[in-house]
């Protein structure tokens, strides 16, 4: 049994550029959540994917957008990053009936620095 | 106000001490969590808990609903467990995700 797996590990951009981060589910998990983790603050909930869908959302604004593929891994993608995008984005994935909460395995988080 | 509160932020002991990470959030939750992230920023869950007790290990969790309380006890502390110990909790049984609390960074030292 695989754990959660994200890609890329590290990544730097500047301001106004896109990026695409990629995670991987833990095998049977159908739901996927996205957190950011601001230096020295906890983790913040961006949105979650049940069977491809959008399922909840945090307060996060619209170029944040995420997929969800029938395999169940998951893109997050922001649009004209900012400077306060800078961050470790965090998935975690879940067995989840109709989207409910379970236990969450997180993976080890992309650190995205942005110029 | 953050909904989820933890205290201490920061704590220093000893090796072989019982260390207690203290919890508190504001609204109703129908489970908390109890978080272990190293340097790195790896994170990987300790407990899912919404009553009671529960063990595992030298760790053991305990909430209290009615007070909206939890607590996470480390027996016998060992410098690997130095890490940042993050509560979260899960409010209602819809598709939000975990609330998370600041984290509290807790050092061993031999």
């Known amino acids: 049994e695989t754990g959660v797996t994200q890609s890329p590990t590290h990544l730097i951009k500047t301001r106004g550029q896109q990026v695409t981060l990629r995670c991987s589910s833990q095998?049977?998990?159908?739901?996927v959540s996205w957190y950011q983790q601001a230096l020295g603050q906890g983790p913040q909930f961006i949105f979650q994917?049940?069977?491809?869908?959008?399922?909840g959302r945090g307060n996060f604004p619209p170029r944040f957008s995420g997929l969800q593929f029938p395999n169940y891994s998951s893109e997050l993608n922001v649009n004209a990053l900012e400077l306060d995008d800078s961050a470790l984005y965090l998935c975690?994935?879940?067995?989840?009936?109709?989207?409910?909460?379970?236990?969450?395995?997180f993976g080890p988080g992309t650190r995205l620095t942005v110029l | 106000k953050n909904e989820v509160e933890q205290s201490p932020q920061n704590l220093t002991a000893q090796e072989g001490e019982f260390i207690t990470i203290n919890c508190s959030y504001s609204v109703g939750i129908s489970a908390l969590h109890w978080l272990q992230q190293h340097p790195g920023g790896g994170i990987v869950s300790l407990f899912m808990l919404s009553s009671g007790k529960k063990k595992h290990g030298r760790l053991i969790a305990t909430i209290n609903i009615q007070e909206k309380h939890s607590s996470l006890h480390i027996t016998a502390s060992h410098p690997r467990d130095s890490a940042v110990y993050i509560c979260?909790?899960?409010?209602?049984?819809?598709?939000?995700?975990?609330?998370f609390g600041k984290g509290t960074h807790l050092i061993i030292q031999p």
């Open positions: 979260a909790v899960k409010t209602g049984g819809g598709a939000d995700g975990l609330t």
């Open positions: 975690a994935s879940s067995s989840s009936r109709q989207g409910r909460g379970n236990e969450q395995f």
């Open positions: 994917y049940y069977r491809e869908e959008e399922n």
């Open positions: 095998s049977g998990h159908n739901t």
